[in-house]
């Protein structure tokens, strides 16, 4: 797995292309989403979160994704990034899973009880009968669950939160064997103080597991943001190329990821991560100037 060593631990670049295209109303062909998904794996990302198996109702736009895992199986790219596809039950999984090319189920667990039933169409009790289950097919098929706690920093609907509450879910979806944990700004809610907060305590609380964040923000707090899960030791980052991207279940005012070439170069200030390929980057962003345009 790609990873860039820096003061004895690894930063995990994790470019999220299926947060990029999930919500883009336009369809982008099957053949465009195997074109661009390609550029992107020669970039060096230590994952690339391709893609979904949901419902394809829920996200159209994704509704091809495992047409579009055949056409990158077709045509192999050399590469040591690994493939992630988000789930949303069991079943999900259990397709997911079937998939030799994919290293990484995504499962989102929300600590609002609103949103959880929006987006898996389950409460959250319900949802950890279903991590449960995905943990033990991840087992039996050499994957890894990686769950986004969404909603993590705060909820726009009156919902009960606090970081105790977080830390509560986290503690119990720890204790099932998960070992990857990121937390999801999913509304762009977050202050910096309470990434630094909450990652902190989190990172502290749980040494052996890896904790990430998936940060949605503006232009205008993207840095501090990120600073601020960097000094809390977060070496886990998501991001989408040119800061597409948003959870169309969330609202319908979506809120960026951060943006993978900004991220990047934030990084870099610390150390030079030589196993990017940058004119591979720099293709990616061509692509992605042609597939996302208004």
């Given at each position: 797995?790609?990873?860039?060593?820096?003061?004895?631990?690894?930063?995990?670049?994790?470019?999220?292309?299926?947060?990029?295209?999930?919500?883009?109303?336009?369809?982008?062909?099957?053949?465009?989403?195997?074109?661009?998904?390609?550029?992107?794996?020669?970039?060096?990302?230590?994952?690339?979160?391709?893609?979904?198996?949901?419902?394809?109702?829920?996200?159209?736009?994704?509704?091809d994704t495992a047409e579009v895992l055949?056409?990158?199986?077709?045509?192999?790219?050399?590469?040591?990034?690994?493939?992630?596809?988000?789930?949303?039950?069991?079943?999900?999984?259990?397709?997911?899973?079937?998939?030799?090319?994919?290293?990484?189920?995504?499962?989102?667990?929300?600590?609002?009880?609103?949103?959880?039933?929006?987006?898996?169409?389950?409460?959250?009790?319900?949802?950890?009968?279903?991590?449960?289950?995905?943990?033990?097919?991840?087992?039996?098929?050499?994957?890894?669950?990686?769950?986004?706690?969404?909603?993590?920093?705060?909820?726009?609907?009156?919902?009960?939160?606090?970081?105790?509450?977080?830390?509560?879910?986290?503690?119990?979806?720890?204790?099932?064997?998960?070992?990857?944990?990121?937390?999801?700004?999913?509304?762009?809610?977050?202050?910096?103080?309470?990434?630094?907060?909450?990652?902190?305590?989190?990172?502290?609380?749980?040494?052996?597991?890896?904790?990430?964040?998936?940060?949605?923000?503006?232009?205008?707090?993207?840095?501090?943001?990120?600073?601020?899960?960097?000094?809390?030791?977060?070496?886990?980052?998501?991001?989408?190329?040119?800061?597409?991207?948003?959870?169309?279940?969330?609202?319908?005012?979506?809120?960026?990821?951060?943006?993978?070439?900004?991220?990047?170069?934030?990084?870099?200030?610390?150390?030079?991560?030589?196993?990017?390929?940058?004119?591979?980057l720099a293709k990616s962003l061509t692509?992605?100037?042609?597939?996302?345009?208004?």
């Open positions: 797995m790609k990873s860039f060593t820096l003061n004895n631990k690894h930063i995990h670049l994790i470019e999220c292309p299926r947060d990029a295209m999930q919500g883009w109303k336009t369809f982008i062909p099957t053949e465009k989403k195997i074109e661009y998904l390609q550029s992107l794996l020669q970039v060096g990302f230590h994952t690339l979160d391709f893609g979904s198996f949901v419902s394809a109702k829920a996200i159209p736009q994704l509704a055949k056409g990158l199986k077709s045509h192999p790219v050399d590469t040591t990034t690994q493939l992630l596809a988000i789930i949303a039950n069991v079943r999900g999984a259990e397709d997911a899973a079937a998939y030799e090319e994919i290293s990484y189920l995504g499962f989102p667990f929300s600590v609002s009880e609103t949103f959880q039933q929006r987006n898996t169409n389950s409460s959250i009790r319900e949802s950890l009968e279903r991590v449960k289950e995905i943990q033990r097919i991840c087992e039996q098929s050499n994957k890894q669950l990686v769950i986004y706690i969404s909603m993590g920093f705060g909820n726009p609907y009156g919902d009960p939160y606090s970081p105790a509450i977080v830390f509560d879910w986290v503690n119990r979806i720890a204790a099932l064997g998960v070992q990857i944990i990121s937390l999801a700004d999913t509304v762009g809610l977050a202050t910096p103080e309470q990434v630094t907060d909450l990652t902190s305590y989190v990172i502290n609380k749980l040494p052996q597991h890896e904790i990430g964040v998936h940060l949605h923000s503006s232009l205008h707090n993207r840095q501090a943001k990120i600073e601020a899960a960097w000094q809390a030791g977060c070496r886990r980052f998501d991001g989408a190329l040119k800061g597409i991207g948003g959870c169309p279940m969330a609202n319908d005012d979506l809120v960026g990821n951060i943006d993978t070439e900004w991220l990047i170069s934030y990084l870099e200030q610390y150390e030079k991560m030589p196993g990017l390929n940058k004119s591979a692509l992605a100037n042609e597939i996302f345009t208004l």
